[in-house]
């Protein structure tokens, strides 16, 4: 079984940074995408930042500039820098992964199948 655990969130004012981790256990010889999701309060889910097996990164664009997601394979542990950040940054974030080898639009949650429970980010204004 693949287990994510996040942690790292926090609140901050706008303009602050945090950086987000993602440990993941249970892991088995694959093509992996793993990605950050975020789901304000009242709305959908949706993908922030994805990076795939060879590391080619995928970015929404309202956090193009400002986020950078990245993964130290030797720890298992998938980050996300935020920079820059603003209020409607606000909302649970979750650690996703797939098996797959290519994906249509790797930004989209359905897309995932193991998640991680959410980090809570509050960014004041």
């Known amino acids: 079984q693949v287990v994510l655990v996040e942690s790292g969130g926090d609140s901050v004012q706008a303009g602050g940074s945090l950086r987000l981790a993602c440990a993941a256990s249970g892991y088995t010889d694959g093509y992996f995408y793993m990605g950050w999701f975020r789901q304000p309060p009242g709305k959908e889910r949706e993908g922030v930042a994805v990076?795939?097996?060879?590391?080619?990164?995928t970015y929404a664009d309202s956090v193009k500039g400002r986020f950078t997601i990245s993964k130290d394979n030797t720890k298992n542990i998938l980050y996300l820098q935020m920079d820059n950040l603003k209020p409607e940054d606000t909302a649970t974030y979750y650690c996703?992964?797939?098996?797959?080898?290519?994906?249509?639009?790797?930004?989209?949650?359905?897309?995932?199948?193991?998640w991680g429970q959410g980090t809570q980010v509050t960014v004041s204004p």
């Open positions: 996703a992964a797939v098996i797959a080898y290519g994906l249509w639009n790797p930004l989209r949650a359905s897309e995932y199948k193991y």
């Open positions: 990076i795939d097996g060879d590391s080619s990164t």
